[in-house]
């Protein structure tokens, strides 16, 4: 008998990095005059929105120990 287990691992950049490297890409190249601000808009927006979800979780673990 052979004993084989197989691991999958999902890793890689993701729709955000991907998203962030292309535009980053247009404004070096000149395609796009935007702000360096939203050009990295989706990497901020991201941050922004994991850390609303923190948040929502502490202040409802906050509540659950009252």
Same mark, same amino acid.
């Not at 691991?7 to 980053?24: D, K, P």
């Not at 395609?31 to 609303?52: E, N, R």
């Given at each position: 008998? /052979?004993?084989? #287990?197989? #691991?999958?691992?999902?890793?890689?950049i993701?729709?955000?990095?991907?998203?962030?490297?292309?535009f980053?890409? *247009?404004?070096?190249?000149? @395609?796009?005059? +935007?702000? +360096?601000?939203?050009? $990295? /808009?989706p990497? +901020?927006? /991201? $941050?922004?929105?994991?850390? *609303?979800?923190?948040?929502?979780?502490? @202040? *409802?673990?906050? *509540?659950?120990?009252?």
């Amino acid at each position: 008998m /052979s004993n084989s #287990s197989s #691991s999958s691992s999902s890793g890689g950049i993701g729709f955000c990095g991907l998203l962030t490297v292309l535009f980053v890409g *247009l404004k070096l190249t000149n @395609v796009i005059a +935007w702000s +360096w601000l939203w050009v $990295l /808009s989706p990497i +901020w927006i /991201s $941050l922004a929105i994991a850390g *609303l979800f923190l948040a929502a979780a502490f @202040v *409802l673990y906050l *509540l659950a120990g009252r």
